[in-house]
């Protein structure tokens, strides 16, 4: 068996970011008598006074657990103010309070610590894993938090079909479901079918947060199995279906409605007051009185009163408010290299500091052509090899790069960054010289050879070569530009291009309607390949867009989606296989022929590696890192522990 402990080293280690070693002050200390030393924030302080909140020894844990405060010990009191944008930028809030699962990152991105689990084991062919959770946490209602609420949030919710159509794929392996069993009151199993050494670095994701979303107290009365009168409350709810209403009330990870329900129990250190919801202009969180964290001197965490997420429409209105002091602490929506000279100048206005963002994406723009697209001569085109190679040789990536990057990166498609021992040469840097004249010829002998009468390339049929690209301007306006460019630089091969810019939300449901010609995104899996590996074969139900059926049928086990061909279903073994490897050597080997594969197989476009982001960060917030990961797996801010962040007089 290999134990975790509450502060001991290793487990799983991962590359090192270089330069961010002075993070380790985030960090868990011993928890010796904390419980009853400590101090509480004066609101709360005057609730218990008033006989309207327990004292705070009643609150807290016997021995809660200790994070040691990157700077200092902090003060009470504050709203810390941050953006978001428009009505689905949910995830905006979670990577700022969303980091309480059963474990955590290191701020370093290179362990997995304790979290809401103080200890765990795993078995020697990582099948099972044990985690022993902290004792006495409650919800933020006051209810207890147990092993009860971690077997309700996967056995009666994330493993019900009319919740989830699949079980999320860090919960299955060999296509079977974990099973979670309860020890006892503050002990869990989980148990796979197939050895999953990936889970713990999985667990410590966003993705891996059901474990401790649903409070079993308050959530099974929106389940028919614990609720005999629901389909009356469905009824007065005015909505169409249970399963409707637990979303509405419950959430889920990634949808708006987690942040909605003020009524909801949360392990987070701050609490819904003002809800996300349709028409809302902010979103206001203030702190959880029974919230399970203490610094170094035994204070109850969080130190910041309240959270205040002002919804803006557009990026300008977000500058604006930065550049006038109005903001904290934003890297998200404003971290574009256009925007840097304009937020530099205006350090000393704005009275903020610049935070610096390390990327773990491999690939700044990733254009996918959707290879499973209805339409069969669309898809014909699109599943032609030698069309998508013509394509990425008709890119002027230097030309982006200059224009809209500042020359700060260099050529790239796919795969694991320059730095990360994994590297992979072809699948990084194939077909990434501009050679027209090569993309023409190969456009020819495609069968593309016609022109109508604009100069644009008309396909064997006689319709033209026209297709869209979806685009999410609110989200990444420098992908707009690089795509402008890039419409051009077809245009000179004869490819007619529109650049779709549509809202969020419409981009996803495009995406699983299937309906889409294609879309870009950032490319994953610079630093985190095994945890983001939806560029090397169909693994992401939203995010490979090049084959959205082929991943429905690898979620499902052949259930759902379409059948894909044998060189997706080859990867798909090696990288179960991968997942169920401990060995690092060997995983890397394993994930070698798989980059073989994928690079041969050359579904996706690439333009230029990932650049470097950047926020601010307000001179009189302190505790807070100015150097961080920047990653979904690594969902910054949140793993640099926003409860410690603290504001000076």
């Not at 007051?273 to 969180?285: D, F, I, N």
């Not at 009185?289 to 170094?296: M, N």
């Not at 002091?325 to 000279?341: F, Y």
């Not at 396909?459 to 979806?470: S, W």
Request: charged residues 25%; hydrophobic residues 40%.
């Amino acid at each position: 068996m290999h134990e975790k402990g509450s502060h001991s080293s290793g487990v799983t280690r991962r590359t090192v970011l270089a330069g961010m070693g002075a993070a380790a002050a985030l960090s868990i200390a011993p928890r010796a008598g904390r419980a009853a030393a400590g101090k509480e924030a004066p609101q709360l302080a005057a609730l218990v006074k008033d006989g309207k909140l327990p004292p705070l020894a009643e609150r807290l844990p016997p021995n809660p657990m200790v994070v040691k405060p990157f700077e200092k010990v902090g003060a009470y009191g504050g709203s810390l103010r941050r953006g978001l944008r428009g009505s689905s930028d949910h995830n905006g809030i979670l990577r700022m309070v969303g980091n309480q699962g059963l474990v955590r990152w290191n701020m370093e991105f290179t362990e997995v610590l304790p979290n809401l689990a103080e200890r765990w084991e795993v078995n020697d062919n990582a099948t099972v894993f044990t985690f022993h959770l902290l004792k006495g946490v409650k919800w933020s209602d006051g209810h207890p938090f147990t092993a009860d609420d971690v077997v309700f949030a996967i056995e009666d919710c994330v493993k019900n079909k009319e919740l989830y159509s699949a079980t999320p794929a860090q919960l299955s392996v060999a296509g079977k479901a974990v099973v979670v069993e309860k020890v006892d009151d503050h002990t869990v199993t989980f148990t796979f079918a197939a050895p999953n050494a990936l889970y713990l670095e999985n667990l410590a994701t966003p993705l891996g947060q059901h474990p401790t979303l649903f409070a079993k107290h308050y959530c099974s009365r929106f389940l028919p199995k614990y609720n005999a009168g629901l389909d009356a409350e469905v009824k007065a709810a005015g909505v169409s279906s249970w399963t409707e209403l637990f979303r509405a009330k419950c959430g889920d990870i990634e949808i708006p409605s987690r942040w909605s329900n003020p009524d909801k129990p949360v392990l987070d250190p701050w609490v819904v007051k003002e809800p996300y919801s349709g028409g809302a202009t902010r979103v206001v969180m203030e702190r959880n009185p029974y919230f399970w964290q203490v610094d170094t001197e035994g204070n109850q965490l969080p130190y910041i009163d309240e959270l205040n997420f002002g919804i803006s429409q557009d990026v300008e209105s977000l500058m604006l408010n930065v550049i006038s002091g109005k903001i904290d602490i934003q890297e998200r929506h404003i971290s574009v290299l256009a925007n840097k000279p304009t937020l530099s100048q205006n350090m000393q206005k704005g009275d903020y500091r610049l935070l610096s963002l390390v990327p773990s994406a491999a690939q700044q723009c990733q254009i996918y052509l959707n290879i499973t697209h209805k339409d069969p001569a669309m898809r014909k085109m699109f599943a032609d090899k030698s069309f998508r190679e013509a394509l990425s040789l008709g890119i002027n990536r230097q030309e982006i790069i200059d224009i809209v990057y500042f020359g700060q990166s260099e050529p790239y498609q796919a795969g694991p960054r320059p730095s990360h021992p994994w590297y992979h040469e072809k699948l990084a840097r194939q077909f990434t010289t501009f050679d027209p004249d090569k993309a023409n010829a190969l456009l020819d002998k495609a069968g593309y050879d016609k022109k109508g009468a604009n100069g644009m390339r008309q396909r064997p049929d006689g319709q033209p070569v026209f297709f869209a690209i979806d685009v999410i301007p609110t989200l990444y306006p420098d992908l707009v530009d690089t795509l402008e460019l890039v419409k051009s630089h077809w245009a000179g091969i004869g490819i007619d291009v529109k650049v779709n810019t549509i809202e969020r939300a419409l981009y996803y449901t495009r995406g699983d309607d299937n309906a889409h010609d294609a879309a870009v995104w950032p490319g994953p899996g610079g630093l985190d390949p095994m945890l983001d590996p939806r560029d090397f074969f169909a693994f992401h139900p939203q995010g490979t867009r090049y084959a959205i059926p082929w991943t429905l049928w690898y979620t499902s086990n052949g259930t759902k989606g379409e059948e894909p061909p044998e060189s997706q279903k080859k990867r798909f073994k090696l990288f179960d296989e991968a997942r169920s490897t401990a060995d690092l050597d060997k995983r890397g080997a394993i994930m070698k022929q798989l980059f073989d594969i994928t690079a041969e197989e050359f579904e996706t476009i690439g333009v230029c590696l990932a650049v470097g982001g950047f926020g601010i960060i307000r001179n009189n917030l302190r505790n807070v890192p100015e150097k961080q990961p920047d990653s979904w797996s690594w969902p910054n801010p949140g793993p640099a522990l926003p409860q410690q962040f603290t504001f000076t007089s």
